[in-house]
Structure formats: C-alpha cells, structure tokens
C-alpha cells in the first residue's frame, strides 16, 4: 500500500510492504530517500547488511 509519493520514478516512496520469508527483488535506488521498518523477522540487503524487527 503507498502511503506517500514524491516524484517519478526514482522517487522517495513510503510504503506498507508484506514480504513472504525468502523473498527477493532485484536490486534497485532510491537517490531521494527509502524507508523500511521491520515488524516481524530480518530484512537482509545486499546479503550481508541485516536488519531485524524494530530497525
């Protein structure tokens, strides 16, 4: 669900996201801003940068 947009397609996005254990996606940027919090589990990036519920 998109909570808030600025921009086009490289934008700063702020979103709410459901991910089944394992998941994956390609690698992509965000040159304005991302924003992850981690409810439940370990959100892993970039395979060695990991970052556990409550980040």
């Not at 390609?26 to 940068?49: A, K, M, R, W, Y």
Request: include cysteine; hydrophobic fraction near 45%.
């Amino acid at each position: 669900m998109m909570l808030d947009r600025i921009g086009a397609e490289k934008a700063c996005a702020t979103s709410i996201v459901v991910f089944a254990a394992k998941s994956q996606f390609p690698e992509h940027s965000h040159p304005l801003c991302e924003e992850v919090l981690v409810l439940i589990g370990t959100f892993t990036e970039n395979e060695d940068q990991h970052y556990l519920a409550g980040w």
